[in-house]
Nanobody
Framework: QVRWVESGGGLVQAGGSLRLSCAAS????????MGWFRQAPGKEREFVAA????????YDADSVKGRFTISRDNAKNTVYLQMNSLKPEDTAVYYC???????????????????????WGQGTQVTVSS
């Protein structure tokens, strides 16, 4: 079974940047569409961004559009989330998620539903101070 290990979280001032990474332990990384979600205390898990298995299609939540960029390097079995112009409201635990389903029509609505993802990383804390 593939394990997902996130890194790159931390404390940053508003306006700063962080890059999150999520590395896969197995050799089947390119078989997964990948997503990033976040969850703040007392709130539901929220979609942030998603990328198709070949990297050709990406989706971003409106709340992060123009500030966050999802990318992947299949040779390194890693998906990234570059976060710029961070705001205090971006404070949350960030999770990477993997979707191995095929044969389904996938659009932004599909990827925004956490139930469509098969496996998850352990989460990494991002805190943005004002």
């Amino acid at each position: 079974q593939v394990r997902w290990v996130e890194s790159g979280g931390g404390l940053v001032q508003a306006g700063g940047s962080l890059r999150l990474s999520c590395a896969a332990s197995g050799r089947t990384f390119s078989s997964y569409d990948m997503g990033w979600f976040r969850q703040a205390p007392g709130k539901e898990r929220e979609f942030v961004a998603a990328i198709s298995r070949n990297g050709g299609i990406t989706y971003d939540a409106d709340s992060v559009k123009g500030r966050f960029t999802i990318s992947r390097d299949n040779a390194k079995n890693t998906v990234y989330l570059q976060m710029n112009s961070l705001k205090p409201e971006d404070t949350a635990v960030y999770y990477c998620a993997a979707d191995r389903n095929t044969g389904r029509y996938k659009n932004a609505n599909y990827y925004s539903n956490p139930a469509n993802f098969d496996s998850w990383g352990q989460g990494t804390q991002v805190t943005v101070s004002s």
